[in-house]
Nanobody, 124 residues
Framework: QVQLVESGGGLVQAGDSLRLSCAAS????????MGWFRQAPGKEREFVATMSRSGGRLYYADSVKGRFIISRDNAKNTVYLQMNSLKPEDTAVYYC?????????????????WGQGTQVTVSS
């Protein structure tokens, strides 16, 4: 199994950028589909972005399309979420997750392994 640790969150102003990292250990991330999700206080966990095992399929939530980019560095065994033009409504705890089926899904229950999350706060 794989262990996932997110980092890179913080407090930023609207319009700023952040890059989240998800460092994997135990297994290589290239055998999984990798996803990013977020959860704001009082809300359900929601899909942000996913990359299939092959890396050939990328999907984004409509709310982040054109602003966020998911990527993977196999040599570093790390997945990234580049977040640009941040908005206050992007404020949430961000989680990365791994799906052994490898297809990439928007559903949280499709993912087998989760990190502990990293807080992103965007002030207006």
């Amino acid at each position: 199994q794989v262990q996932l640790v997110e980092s890179g969150g913080g407090l930023v102003q609207a319009g700023d950028s952040l890059r989240l990292s998800c460092a994997a250990s135990g297994r290589t991330v290239s055998v999984y589909a990798m996803g990013w999700f977020r959860q704001a206080p009082g809300k359900e966990r929601e899909f942000v972005a996913t990359m299939s095992r092959s890396g050939g399929r990328l999907y984004y939530a409509d709310s982040v399309k054109g602003r966020f980019i998911i990527s993977r560095d196999n040599a570093k065994n790390t997945v990234y979420l580049q977040m640009n033009s941040l908005k206050p409504e992007d404020t949430a705890v961000y989680y990365c997750a791994a799906d052994h089926l490898g297809t990439g899904s928007r559903r949280p229950d499709s993912y087998d392994y989760w990190g502990q999350g990293t807080q992103v706060t965007v002030s207006s």
